[in-house]
């Protein structure tokens, strides 16, 4: 068990720029979560996939927020024409069916 | 929205116990609670869950009110490494999204 890893950890980058995120899940989890994170405030659920499949969206995810789980795998997050409000946490997290979720380290965002 | 209400903070002497409340007056009978923390830079750590039976692990305890309305984490003896936000959720245990609160942040002090 290596645990959830995400990568990157940091990443910078100019409004208007798109960024992606990937998330590896423990091997043998089938659910994948993401969450993002502000300051001072409890992460806030995004989108999660079940397999490949995904199956809820929060409306916190707006048209310029993708989310993939090709394979049933790994998953990325892509944000496109970010804005200095995207600025935050991006969690992932994974389970095995409905066992408790395990978290990655998270990559950290900064809209410049 | 969450369906709990934590204090913002408390501190607690190295060594001793911490016992952190929760109230989650509108939980349904089929969800459980669960108790989260995430230590500084971190991302969130699982720590214990309950539906109506008090329950222990080796990192704590979860006493659960019989009304079921409120309960209470307890860290039997803390350390300067359980410092961290701890965060109370109620859950359906069907898996899905967590509803995070803002949660409590405890402060071990030596």
């Known amino acids: 068990d290596t645990g959830v890893s995400q990568n990157p950890r940091h990443k910078i980058t100019k409004r208007g720029q798109n960024v992606t995120f990937r998330c590896d899940p423990i091997?043998?989890?089938?659910?994948l979560y993401w969450y993002r994170q502000t300051l001072g405030q409890g992460p806030e659920f995004l989108t999660y996939?079940?397999?490949?499949?995904?199956?809820?969206k929060s409306r916190l995810l707006s048209d310029r927020f993708s989310a993939e789980r090709p394979k049933g795998s790994f998953s990325t997050l892509e944000i496109q024409r970010t804005e200095q409000g995207d600025s935050a946490m991006y969690l992932c997290?994974?389970?095995?069916?409905?066992?408790?979720?395990?978290f990655g380290p998270g990559t950290r965002l900064t809209v410049l | 929205d969450a369906k709990t209400t934590q204090p913002p903070s408390m501190d607690c002497a190295e060594g001793r116990a911490a016992n952190l409340p929760c109230n989650h007056s509108?939980?349904?009978?089929?969800?459980?609670v669960y108790w989260y923390r995430q230590i500084h830079s971190q991302g969130p750590q699982y720590i214990i869950h309950?539906?109506?039976n008090n329950e222990t692990n080796e990192m704590a305890s979860l006493i659960i009110t019989e009304d079921r309305k409120s309960s209470t984490l307890i860290l039997p003896h803390a350390t300067l490494r359980d410092t961290a936000v701890y965060y109370c959720?109620?859950?359906?245990?069907?898996?899905?999204?967590?509803?995070f609160g803002q949660g409590t942040e405890l402060s071990v002090k030596p």
């Open positions: 997290a994974s389970s095995k069916e409905r066992d408790e979720q395990f």
């Open positions: 959720i109620v859950h359906y245990n069907q898996g899905g999204k967590l509803i």
């Open positions: 509108t939980i349904s009978g089929n969800e459980y």
């Open positions: 309950g539906l109506k």
């Open positions: 996939f079940q397999n490949e499949a995904q199956l809820e």
């Open positions: 091997s043998e989890h089938n659910r």
